[in-house]
């Protein structure tokens, strides 16, 4: 098992910016990659960014690229999501979620854990 524990979140201006944290815990050799996703109520969860753990490669939707910018501390077992020029479409509950496998990595399916989430809401 792999526990992820979210922080970060707040109320931010547009413009303005926040850096998400996700502590993992556990079985850390487990995972072969993290992600950040979103929910706003009565959408589905939407893929931002991914990050392999080992060679720390980077995929981000295009909603947030030259944004926001995932990264990943493997000392501390720490994920990152640095976002930067916020808006307020950018309002969610932000989740992080790891995997074991390769493959897919923009649906919810492909990941085995998950974190609480974490409010970030930018008022315009």
């Known amino acids: 098992q792999v526990q992820l524990v979210e922080s970060g979140g707040g109320l931010v201006q547009a413009g303005g910016s926040l850096r998400l944290s996700c502590a993992a815990s556990?079985?850390?050799?487990?995972?072969?990659?993290m992600g950040w996703f979103r929910q706003v109520p009565g959408k589905e969860r939407e893929f931002v960014a991914h990050?392999?753990?080992?060679?720390?490669?980077?995929i981000s939707a295009d909603s947030v690229k030259g944004r926001f910018t995932i990264s990943r501390d493997n000392a501390k077992n720490t994920l990152y999501l640095q976002m930067n020029s916020l808006k307020p479409e950018d309002t969610a509950v932000y989740y992080c979620?790891?995997?074991?496998?390769?493959?897919?990595?923009?649906?919810?399916?492909?990941?085995?854990?998950w974190g609480q989430g974490t409010q970030v809401t930018v008022s315009s």
């Open positions: 990050i392999t753990w080992s060679s720390g490669g980077t």
């Open positions: 556990g079985r850390i050799g487990s995972v072969y990659a």
């Open positions: 979620a790891a995997r074991k496998f390769g493959g897919t990595y923009t649906y919810t399916a492909a990941y085995e854990w």
